[in-house]
């Protein structure tokens, strides 16, 4: 425990409450039905066979991405509609106005299940998401950083961590967990310990809303 002494003073702080001021919303859930993934999975090795989308380079730690839009693929539409339906319950809980909204891209990477993938954000979009389709055992994990990480010039060091103080969020892959985050939120995919022979398969999305926005002097016509 802190060894903080105590005061004791006649008057004390009535009615207290801690405010959690401007938090970072990250929506998560699970496939009710786990087979989508491996229907999906069937589907991006298509692709993969056929040459679409880029590969590392012989000899280099294996990581295929897909074509970009894949959400227009006949065989996504499945998951398309459960990230299309998730997205607007995101959207209307933010209570942000629009006509419409829709994945503006949408693809997948099959990877070496212990390659690490720098931070970054996904630019041009409001809401971004993935969905776990393969995690062989302790494949790496995200890693999502507190967009105010680079403010803190002062680092105590604490008796735990816990949501007030933790800049880092770890999220462990899992077959058909689907997380919904702010495009501006910096993640990273970690170093995996998994037994190579089998690969980690993620499909990510970004999502965008069509609407006017109508804020005086920063007025936005979405389409
Ligand atoms: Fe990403």
């Known amino acids: 425990m802190l060894d903080v002494p ?3 003073s006649p008057v004390e702080l009535t009615q207290k ?3 959690a001021l401007f938090p970072t919303p990250m929506f998560t859930g699970k496939l009710s039905d786990l087979s989508l993934c491996d229907r999906i999975e069937a589907k991006l090795r298509r692709l993969q066979k056929l040459g679409k989308g880029t590969s590392s380079p012989e000899g280099a730690v294996l990581a295929y991405m897909t074509p970009d839009n894949i959400q227009t693929l006949p065989e996504m539409k499945e998951l398309v509609d459960v ?3 998730e997205a607007g ?3 209307d809980t933010l209570a942000i106005k629009r006509k419409s ?3 503006s891209n949408m693809w997948a990477n099959i990877a070496n299940p212990n390659r690490r993938h720098n931070v970054h954000i996904h630019p041009n979009c409001l809401l971004s998401g993935l969905v776990y389709i393969k995690t062989p055992r302790n494949c ?3 890693i999502f950083m507190s967009p105010r990480m680079l403010t803190k010039n002062i680092e105590p060091s604490y008796v735990r961590k816990n949501e007030l103080n933790s800049d880092i969020f770890v999220s462990h892959a899992e077959k058909g967990r689907m997380l919904f985050w702010p495009s501006h939120l910096p993640h990273a995919v970690e170093q995996g310990t998994a037994n190579e022979s089998e690969e980690r398969i993620v499909v990510a999305f970004n ?3 069509r609407g006017l926005v109508e804020l005086p002097t920063a007025r ?3 389409r």
């Open 220 to 222: 936005l016509e979405l």
């Open 6 to 8: 105590r005061r004791l």
């Open 17 to 19: 409450q801690m405010l």
């Open 101 to 103: 909204h829709y994945i």
């Open 89 to 91: 319950i995101v959207l």
């Open 140 to 142: 790496g994990p995200t």
């Open 83 to 85: 990230i299309m339906d």
């Open 207 to 209: 999502i965008m809303i």
